[in-house]
């Protein structure tokens, strides 16, 4: 299993970006699909979660307003797309899933909920 994450980079603060963290090897169409990001002398931290079917979200409040989770269920795909970025933002962002169900509400804010991650695109705001 195989989680693939792209799309970062050097933007300027205010600029925008669109993660995306491709699955492979098993299908999470059933599973929570979250992001985390982790600068640098920093321990991993929530960004936001998005239920099964797109319907339930979760976004760390830094990032609320900001930032929007979406899936694509027929690609196994999940995306970030971050607008009116700060250089606060600027962060190693890593795409994960759970093993197991579980629903937006659940606790899909920890680290310890999750057992498949990617490999982290990093992510860098200039002011």
């Known amino acids: 299993v195989q989680l693939q994450a792209c799309g970062g980079g050097l933007v300027q603060a205010g600029g925008s970006l669109r993660l995306s963290c491709a699955a492979s090897?098993?299908?999470?169409?059933?599973?929570?699909r979250g992001w985390f990001r982790q600068a640098p002398g920093k321990e991993r931290e929530f960004v936001a979660a998005?239920?099964?079917?797109?319907?339930?979200?979760s976004y760390a409040v830094p990032v609320k307003g900001r930032f929007t989770i979406f899936r694509d269920n027929a690609e196994n795909t999940v995306y970030l797309q971050m607008n009116n970025l700060k250089p606060e933002d600027t962060a190693v962002y890593y795409c994960?899933?759970?093993?197991?169900?579980?629903?937006?509400?659940?606790?899909?804010?920890?680290?310890?909920?999750?057992?498949?991650w990617g490999q982290g695109t990093k992510v860098t705001v200039s002011s």
């Open positions: 994960a899933a759970p093993f197991g169900k579980r629903p937006v509400g659940d606790n899909e804010w920890e680290v310890t909920s999750y057992d498949y």
């Open positions: 998005i239920g099964w079917n797109g319907d339930s979200t």
């Open positions: 090897g098993r299908t999470f169409s059933s599973r929570v």
